[in-house]
């Protein structure tokens, strides 16, 4: 008697279900575009109440009201809000004003940079001479006659006027959701058929609840850490207004990658325009890539739990997708998401496979996987 092969049994999957699940799929994804201007607040809403939520249930065992905790840090967040624009308008706005001025100086400071390649480029064009042939006709000069940094420091400076909107919708979205108590915890129960079931959809909820709070803020105050470290440095180094540095550090670093990235090269160009010598002006960037780096490979490994972290790859399909689908709230929005979504599937068997995709490689399982390979081929 043979023996039968594991996949001899396995259930074929009706190709009519792949393709409903890809149309599913896909129609998701089209409402999650189409619908951006709706779903954003409503999205940064939920996100600020799942931060708040542990922390309102806790002051609600000493008799602190729903709506009153929730009106606290409502408020909260709105003076932290208006003190960092008010901090930032000032400089901003002197930006923006002194943007030809600003331009001359950077330009002024790459021509002496470009000075230095001199023989370099000598030498390019007169291989480059040697190889054109005399019969070829003149390329047309491109001369552009207007600046475009000025525009571009306005739009920059503009953009965040509807992002206020944005915001506001959302905190008041969030007020009521975090005024509610646990209403919609209680109309999930009542829905649900079985005590099992209930059971399971409240033990879900509150983990999730309490990992996403417990990231979000742990990530809030490692980028406090780091822009008080960026403020200082920079006020060491002669960088004007350095609390606006530390300001944008701080918002820059919830985004991976892009955000340091983005930091470390506007951080540069600035210095390149206030400093006189460039070897002095690149210590700027270089201070800002030093703090990053530490705080990427010490601190937020240190103190973030395994089961929130996320692969290099899975954070960077996120930031793709949502910055193609919401643009700059996408952006923000990405790895908290992410975080939802992997704490998520690890209650849930059906997802726990996404989940380990979603996660770090661990050595332990690789290990395992080293020391099961040999034992598989010596038992064949």
Do not use: C, H
């Given at each position: 008697?043979?023996?039968?092969?594991?996949?001899?049994?396995?259930?074929?999957?009706?190709?009519?279900?792949?393709?409903?699940?890809?149309?599913?799929?896909?129609?998701?994804?089209?409402?999650?575009?189409?619908?951006?201007?709706?779903?954003?607040?409503?999205?940064?809403?939920?996100?600020?109440?799942?931060?708040?939520?542990?922390?309102?249930?806790?002051?609600?065992?000493y008799n602190v009201p729903p709506w009153a905790a929730a009106t606290g840090f409502a408020t909260i967040l709105v003076v932290a809000c208006v003190v960092a624009a008010y901090l930032a308008s000032e400089p901003i706005s002197s930006w923006v004003a002194d943007a030809p001025e600003i331009q001359k100086a950077f330009l002024e400071k790459i021509r002496n940079i470009r000075s230095w390649f001199g023989g370099l480029l000598n030498l390019t064009e007169q291989i480059q001479d040697a190889t054109t042939p005399d019969t070829e006709e003149g390329v047309q000069e491109v001369v552009v006659k207007e600046s475009g940094l000025p525009a571009l420091l306005a739009t920059v400076a503009g953009y965040p006027a509807n992002f206020v909107f944005m915001l506001s919708g959302a905190l008041v979205i969030a007020l009521f959701l975090m005024a509610s108590g646990d209403l919609f915890y209680e109309k999930l129960v009542r829905v649900l058929p079985t005590f099992r079931d209930k059971k399971t959809a409240l033990r879900i909820v509150y983990d999730v609840e309490r990992e996403v709070s417990a990231y979000l803020f742990t990530l809030t105050a490692v980028n406090a850490g780091v822009a008080v470290a960026?403020?200082?440095?920079?006020?060491?180094?002669?960088?004007?207004?350095?609390?606006?540095?530390?300001?944008?550090?701080?918002?820059?670093?919830?985004?991976?990658?892009?955000?340091?990235?983005?930091?470390?090269?506007?951080?540069?160009?600035?210095a390149i325009v206030v400093f006189d010598t460039i070897g002095y002006a690149l210590l700027t960037p270089l201070v800002y890539a030093i703090i990053i780096g530490a705080e990427t490979q010490f601190v937020s490994p240190y103190v973030l739990s395994r089961r929130l972290r996320i692969n290099s790859v899975a954070i960077l399909l996120a930031l793709a997708f949502w910055t193609w689908a919401w643009g700059i709230p996408g952006i923000i929005l990405a790895v908290p998401l992410l975080v939802t979504l992997k704490v998520f599937c690890s209650h849930l068997d059906s997802l726990s496979n996404v989940g380990e995709f979603l996660g770090e490689s661990t050595s332990d399982a690789t290990a395992q996987a080293e020391v099961a390979a040999p034992a598989e081929k010596g038992g064949r």
């Open positions: 008697m043979t023996a039968k092969r594991p996949d001899e049994d396995a259930i074929p999957i009706p190709s009519s279900r792949v393709a409903l699940t890809g149309l599913f799929i896909l129609g998701i994804i089209a409402a999650i575009y189409l619908a951006r201007d709706f779903l954003i607040p409503v999205v940064f809403a939920f996100m600020i109440a799942l931060t708040f939520r542990p922390a309102i249930r806790r002051l609600a065992s960026v403020g200082i440095s920079f006020q060491l180094l002669g960088m004007p207004t350095p609390y606006l540095w530390a300001l944008l550090a701080f918002f820059l670093n919830y985004i991976p990658y892009i955000g340091p990235i983005a930091g470390t090269l506007l951080s540069g160009l600035a």
